[in-house]
């Protein structure tokens, strides 16, 4: 099918404001009107399976590790996460019980594909989180578990981005539910945050439009750390991975309670630390880390909402300010910010956005 720009100047610009739709559509697959709650292939049930591992590669690897904090924290079930790349050498044992999801946009990378031909012939039951549906993934799935993020043009993954978490947050209540870890009213507010997600996103693009400015700032530094905390700690990891693709800035992402065994000795004036903290409970320990930087002379960038910028925005160097987002799912709305800082940075840079040096859309070669 044809795809152009739809008026944008890259095709990732027009990628990120599909957003709300994109993810508006494949939620469509998993909440069906009249059901209650998610609705999944009867083959999965969550109630006989022990383990999850999970494997992709890059963005999709991200999207895993997120998932890991959703399945742990409200289904109670332990998750493994590997790069498809070790994974398929290492050639790990799976338990009974196990279910492997395998993450993919494309469906076709190579070492992600490997991996799960190790598995099948394990034995091991496969799901699969693909953007095509025709994929070589998709087939060697025992069931697939659509994205509708529509074709992505952008090197840098965006929308099959926050379509992979969409999935991966109504597959972790899914499995709260088969297994009932939560209480009846623990659900509900959890099902309720689900079905926000495509608004919630969408106001996160409009409240954070504007962040062209910062972006020029950062576009100046050689080095930018990323820092989060609990399923944050992923995005983090996203962040500095957009920001490096296509502006060429390195950048790391760390968990912010591992600053003082190393990142802490980078910290000065030229290396801008962007924070991402939302008003949840772990906010508190996340500002502690970030006065460290700050009592270090770090500049910090601070990306929290009203509440979080109200409380802890004094001495920060440059401030993003976000919509307030159940805490749940907030990785997906924060995905808009680190999305943008990377767009706009790489914009100010003049470097070729869609297409950046040296990376291809899909790795179908090991
Ligand atoms: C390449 C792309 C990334 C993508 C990764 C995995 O490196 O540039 O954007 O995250 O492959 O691709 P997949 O199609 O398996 O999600």
Known sequence: ??????????????????????????????????????????????????????????????????????FEQLARLPVEVDIASEFRYREPPMPDGSLAIFVSQSGETA????????????????????NVPESSIARESDVVLPTRAGVEIGVASTKAFTCQLTVLAALAVKAATDRATLSPEALAETLAALRAVPGVVNQALLVTSDIAGVAAEIAKAQDVLFLGRGAMFPLALEGALKLKEISYIHAEG???????????????????????APMDRLFDKTVSNMQEVMARGGKVLLVSDAEGLERASDGVWKWIKMPKVPPVFAPIAYAVPAQLL???????????????RNLAKSVTVE
């Open 254 to 276: 760390y968990a912010s309670g591992e600053l003082k065994h190393g990142p802490i000795a980078l910290i000065d004036p030229n290396v801008p630390v962007v924070v991402f």
């Open 1 to 70: 099918s044809y795809v152009d720009k739809g008026g944008h100047k890259y095709f990732m610009a027009k990628e990120m404001a599909e957003q709300p739709s994109a993810i508006g559509d494949t939620l469509a697959e998993y909440l069906r009107e009249g059901a209650q709650g998610v609705v999944l292939p009867s083959e999965i049930d969550f109630s006989t399976v022990t383990r999850i591992t999970m494997v992709a590669c890059g963005t999709a690897y991200f999207a895993c590790l997120t998932a890991k904090y959703w």
């Open 111 to 130: 070492d992600t594909l490997a991996a799960l031909r190790y598995v099948a012939a394990q034995g091991v039951r496969i799901a699969s989180v693909v």
């Open 342 to 356: 990377a767009y706009h940075t790489a914009v100010a840079k003049g470097t070729d956005v869609d297409q950046p």
